[in-house]
């Protein structure tokens, strides 16, 4: 069963916007740690941004700081990520994760994954 799904990928001109979404299937992810990677054909998966269960806390890649904003809405299970000023380097898959712990900037410390949604940027 599917348990993560992202939407909201697409195809943007550098310097745009995209929101991305993650919906969650069970109301128990309301509890876990949400984050967010991408990854590009052969290389590893990156770490992009997280968001503790209560929204407390947040954490983001250096090279997305001041431009991508991660956020949470318990009430529908949904994660998100705005992302401005998009670059080309931005270029990949974008994946949802989550876990039962806390913050974490590995991805093998996620045991839940979305399917991806591509976001490419144009120069």
């Known amino acids: 069963q599917v348990q993560l799904v992202e939407s909201g990928g697409g195809l943007v001109q550098a310097g745009g916007s995209l929101k991305l979404s993650c919906a969650a299937s069970r109301r128990t992810f309301s509890s876990f740690t949400r984050a967010w990677f991408r990854q590009v054909p052969g290389k590893e998966r990156e770490f992009v941004a997280t968001?503790?269960?209560?929204?407390?806390?947040?954490s983001y890649a250096d090279s997305v700081k001041g431009r991508f904003t991660i956020s949470r809405d318990n009430t529908n299970n949904t994660v998100y990520l705005q992302m401005n000023s998009l670059k080309p380097e931005d270029t990949a898959v974008y994946y949802c994760a989550a876990r039962t712990g806390g913050i974490s900037l590995v991805h093998y410390g996620y045991n839940y994954w979305g399917q991806g949604t591509q976001v490419t940027v144009s120069s």
């Open positions: 968001i503790t269960w209560n929204g407390g806390s947040t």
